[in-house]
């Protein structure tokens, strides 16, 4: 029990404890001193005064002395106790009670006796009687009025109840004093405060994530701002009790403060102070607090960015180490090197923000952050891996590169070996016969010869050595084989102007050339018919093909131009071009000294090996591009019109008019990407299918009849439109080199590509059957070759079928439905005669009368005639237009 109270804190009294009691005002410290500083505590004249508890007497009494300074305590203070009105007993239980119960030191004690004369001499009497029984050692003046007390203490220093001058009022005075008590308490419990948010402060943990962070650094924040407001308000109080205490000097410049007023002054001055040098520590310490857990929040940002950072970095590197092909081919190299491309433009925004998360990182490094030893290392790791990506796409680069020149090389090699080859096959043999042809020839196989090292190889050990770091297995094969081409070649040309160069010299007789004349008209040979090896290849022309397919002259040095390009693209193309040899043959034309061509593709069996397949491959490859700009065209133009961020950038001439710009665009790419590009690239593998692709999808390919037809309007609203934001806008994004309309012209040039690709193909047939008498015996009229031929007409009657159409709708004045009319045959421009309604009789009116120019539309039910005109539209193309004049119905017979 004794531990216990011994624990319990010792608190003073204050007045708010005994605000009843001090309201009763037995007992007063009004501020006055005495002469030597003295404190005065007055007892005024209270009837009750012995009725008083002795508690509350000593509680008052113990208070009033507990408020002067310990400096004016220690010089003991005077007591005045009057009691003028009184009597002698109230005098004399005063003093007891005084003399009892006084905590203080005292110095003096003044009693203002009982005025009345009978109670002043017993008073007299008593003080005599009765002196040594209050116990008192300090003197006690019995004063019989104020003016004797104005000698022992100034009127200053009394207030006016005592004849003085001091001004005092007792409830002000206890409003002070409790100010000043809360205002203390105030300070108190602001500082503990502080001090328990300052421990919490220094005992918390640092989270590990962003959030977290950002959540306590949000809660120490708003802690933060509530104690600075606690802060402000008790320097506010404590200035407003400060004016208050301040207000009489304030209010008259005469006036003064008691002691005791400047003593308050004093303590409320102290307590600011204290206050302030509070606040001061606090925000020192708060400033450093919050500088860490900013630095923490800026540390575990730069933990979060830098893992996904890390992750895209390496998701880069992980795809550019899968990216370890060099190709095969020119167009695969060039695809390659746009993938490439592809790649570093998709890592340039990861290492962008990898460069600046590392720059960021070192700024956070000189700014003194605590975590330097966290943030140096992930710095070094970006920029590595920056590094390690950027030098990567360097050597990929580098080793394309090398790859590219390597195989356009070899392509060179190879298109020079199959134009020689051309060129030898070009030279009919009946020209060549007489000295002049022969002259010629060598004259063409000279100038030939003379672009050899333009196009010919290196010798095979400096291109090896030049080319080591990519030769694989496959290409170094490649290349033996496209050298292997070239020594054969060469030899070819050899032997060839050996030959030539005997028929130039002076000959005895003519040779005599057995080709047929060229008026013959032979029919299409037997499947059967068999032929003799060398003169009858070079004696006999071949049969005519079906779509306009001669082959009387099929190697004359001009061939057709849509074969040329694909020709020479072609032919022998990936080192499937055999070991070729222009040699001396048998029959009357070698004995001339000059033997046909024979184009012979060897094989481990010696047979003879099917054309290659580049044209497949080109025809797949050319698929797939063409699929992809389609998908770019829907999904960065059509798709981005419905785009509500790009809605205000749309012209109004073009609201709601998107199936008129695209027309049936999206059907052609469904078509294309879901079903056509998986049944060609099936063809790689089989490539007799090719052709059956084409007749199965023939009604599916008429699709491009109606994107055609839509393709006036299309344009007519391009004109309009074509040059606004909206547009711009989507080719920059797409990053296409072209406008819309260039690729909207895509699927007209497609159709039309088929027809090539197929001719070409065709054209190798016949090719080799030329050259090979045994691939004529396995091919000629085969299954393979008529499927083709009837694909090629497939494509041809689309063609035409487009063409048509696209005629068809610019007829104008017509009344009718042209729909009705059945299917369109055929269309094109006519000369026309009729006859006047009165006729001719005169032969001069038949030499005026002259033909009319009129296009017809020739439809299973109705042939229309119509006058064709061209205007020019705002100064683009001409275009034209079909204005119906008269028809004639068809009758089948």
Known sequence: YTDEIMQQEIRPLVAVDIIEQLHRQFAILSGGRGKDGAPIITFPEFAGFSDIPDEDFLNVVTYLTSIPSLEAASIGFIIIIDRRRDKWSAVKASLTRIAGAFPGNLQLVFVLRPSRFIQRTIADIGIKLYRDDFKMKVPIIMLNSVSDLHGYIDKSQLTRELGGTLEYGHSQWIHHRTAIENFAMTVKTTAQMLQTFGTDLAETELPNDVQCTEE?????????????????????????????????????????????????????????????????????????????????????????????????????????????????????????????????????????????????????????????????????????????????????????????????????????????????????????????????????????????????????????????????????????????????????????????????????????????????????????????????????????????????????????????????????ANGDCPHSHLGE????????????????????????????????????????????????????????????????????????????????????????????????????????????????????????????????RSEALWRQCGDSIFFQECQRKLDHKLSLDAYLLKPVQRITKYQLLLKVKLFKYFFSSFFNQEMLKCSKNSEGTAELEEALATVLDIIKSVNDSMHQIAITGYEGDVSELGKLLMQGSFNVWTDHKKGHNKVKDLARFKPMQRHLFLYTKMLLFCKKREENTDGHEKTASYSFKNSLKVINV
């Open 216 to 572: 306590l650094l949000s809660a120490h924040t708003d802690h933060h701002s509530k104690l600075k407001d606690e802060l402000k308000l008790a320097v506010k109080q404590g200035a407003t009790l400060l004016t208050c205490i301040r207000e009489p000097v304030t209010r008259s410049a005469n006036s003064k403060l008691s002691p005791d007023e400047l003593e308050n002054v004093a303590t409320v001055e102290r307590l600011l102070a204290q206050l302030d040098e509070t606040e001061k520590a606090f925000d020192q310490f708060w400033t450093k607090h919050h500088l860490k857990l900013e630095q923490c929040l800026q540390l575990r940002h730069f933990e979060h960015d830098f893992r996904e950072v890390k992750l895209t970095l390496d998701n880069l590197m992980e795809a550019q180490a899968g990216f370890s092909d060099i190709g095969d081919s020119v167009t695969r190299v060039e695809h390659l090197l746009r993938e490439q491309k592809q790649l570093e433009e998709k890592g340039q925004e990861p290492l962008e923000k990898a460069q600046t998360l590392a720059l960021h990182g070192e700024q956070l490094i000189q700014n003194n952050h605590y975590a330097v030893d966290s943030i140096r290392p992930k710095c070094v790791e970006l920029r590595r891996i920056c590094d390690d990506f950027t030098n990567e796409t360097k050597k990929k680069y580098d080793i394309l590169g090398k790859s590219l020149e390597l195989h356009q090389q070899l392509d060179k090699a190879s298109k020079w070996c199959e134009a020689g080859i051309y060129l030898l096959a070009s030279q009919a043999v009946d020209k060549c016969q007489s000295q002049e042809g022969a002259e010629t020839a060598l004259v063409e196989i000279e100038k030939f010869l003379a672009t050899a090292k333009e196009h010919q190889l290196s010798n095979p050990k400096e291109f090896y050595n030049q080319f080591d770091m990519i030769l694989t297995p496959e290409i170094k094969a490649n290349a033996q084989r496209i050298l292997q081409k070239l020594e054969d070649v060469q030899e070819m040309f050899d032997k060839r102007q050996v030959s030539l160069k005997k028929l130039a010299a002076k000959q005895t007789r003519p040779v005599q050339p057995v080709a047929p004349h060229p008026e013959s008209s032979p029919k299409r040979a037997s499947p059967k018919t068999t032929r003799p090896a060398g003169v009858e290849l070079a004696a006999r022309p071949h049969p005519p093909h079906p779509h306009h397919w001669s082959l009387r002259q099929p190697f004359s040095p001009s061939p057709p131009p849509h074969l040329d390009q694909a020709l020479r693209e072609d032919i022998g």
């Open 585 to 712: 043959g048998h029959g009357s034309a070698g004995k001339a000294g000059l033997s046909p061509p024979q184009l012979l593709t060897a094989s481990s069996n010696g047979r003879a090996r099917p054309p290659t397949l580049h044209i497949i491959n080109e025809l797949i490859e050319t698929e797939r591009v063409y699929v992809e700009e389609l998908q770019s065209i829907i999904e960065g133009y059509a798709s981005e019109m419905d785009n509500p961020n790009l809605v205000h950038l749309i012209p109004s001439t073009l609201q709601n008019k998107k199936e008129i710009l695209f027309g049936n665009l999206p059907e052609i790419y469904e078509f294309h990407n879901r079903i056509f590009l998986k049944e060609i690239e099936n063809c790689i593998e089989n490539p007799e299918l090719l052709a059956r692709c084409f007749l199965k999808r023939k009604e599916d390919l008429q699709i491009y009849e109606k994107y055609c037809q839509n393709k006036p």
